[in-house]
């Protein structure tokens, strides 16, 4: 298939786009470097170095022998990816090009504007060079499980049926979120929801929780050919900042009283799950929506995983509990359906010990470059 993946230098993109190719697919990437750019802004650098899009292809190219087409481009800029479009053609397009950050969209107003007007204006972009260029082509777009919050009932797979008066009808799940950014992606969904209903378009959107993991097939082969690792308060997940903690000797700071609960996946599980949404189409006229992820932990639960294999590693965690930065609730229920991509095939990599243990000496490989200012809060909800 000819492979469209937008923001194919982020974390997710880069590993994609090597999966991709390594398959026999035919793959070009577009990236801006924003993620780039808003790290440095914000003193969130990434652990391990990255070398930019283009020399990443190279090196690629160097392991594998396959070419993945790079565009240094800016999504929100329609006529950029109009030209992408065009020339490239794609069967698919893997949408993962938006501000990923929800601590970034809390800092102020700029951030927000930034945030917003991003995401949405690639989305919306997406949609209209599908409709204009590629009518047949599938929309995969990254949501996430934060669109639903965390609700005192059980979320279902994007949709509800609800019955009012003697009459039903499914209407999307209802969605509080819980940050500006993840309500820019209640917001792509509505968009892409609309577009389905007039145009027609093939859409599937996966709520995706947290992912982890450095390791894939492809990564494996060279250390330049890495994923961006981020490990600070702004751009880092809990697990990287856990796993830097615990090797850096700070202790691991868990927000609050640490019940949040939240659903995990494997880097690998996201390569997986966005093949069998590829391969596995949707109608035209279709919005599916599928809950991404494998299993949930607390962040207490997290925070104990991470001690017990450290210490076991010989390394000295201790966990600490500091104020919630954030505006959530820090116990709550946490019932998320997840069939949908097991239907389709998924064969989960769950976190195991030995799976936290390859992601610790990792980190520990590159223990000198860890920079212990930038994994506090530095940003509150209010
Ligand atoms: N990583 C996760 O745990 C996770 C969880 C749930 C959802 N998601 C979603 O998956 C997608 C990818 O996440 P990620 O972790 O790889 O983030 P990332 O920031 O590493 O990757 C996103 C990439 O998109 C690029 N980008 C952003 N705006 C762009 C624009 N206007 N034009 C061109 N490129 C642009 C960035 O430079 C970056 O390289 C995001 O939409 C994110 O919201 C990620």
Known sequence: MRVLILGGDGYLGWPTAMAYANKGHEVCVVDNYLRRHLAVATSSEALMPNPNLNDRAEIWKSVAGETIWTVIGDCTDYRTISDVFKSFGPEVVIHYAEQPSAPYSMIDFDSARLTLSNNLETTLNVIWAVMEHAPECHIIKLGTMGEYGTPNIDIEEGWLEVEHKGRKQNFLYPRQAGSLYHTTKVLDTDLLWFYVRTHGLRVTDLMQGPVYGLSTEESDQDDRLLPNFHYDDIFGTVVNRFLVQAVAGIPLTVYGKGGQVRGYL??????????????????????????????????????????????????????????????????????????????????????????????????LEYKDRIDGRKILPRVRWS
């Open 266 to 363: 494997n880097l690998k599980d996201t390569l997986q799950c966005v093949e069998l949404a590829m391969n596995n189409p949707v109608e035209k006229g279709s919005l599916r929506i599928l809950n991404q992820f494998t299993e949930t932990f607390s962040v207490n639960e997290l925070a104990e995983k991470v001690r017990r294999v450290g210490n076991g590693m010989g390394l000295d965690v201790e966990i600490k509990s500091i104020e919630n930065p954030r505006k959530e609730l820090e116990e709550h229920y946490y019932n998320p359906q997840h069939s949908g991509l097991l239907d389709l095939g998924l064969e989960p990599h769950y976190m195991t010990d030995d799976v936290v243990a390859e992601m610790l000496e990792k980190v």
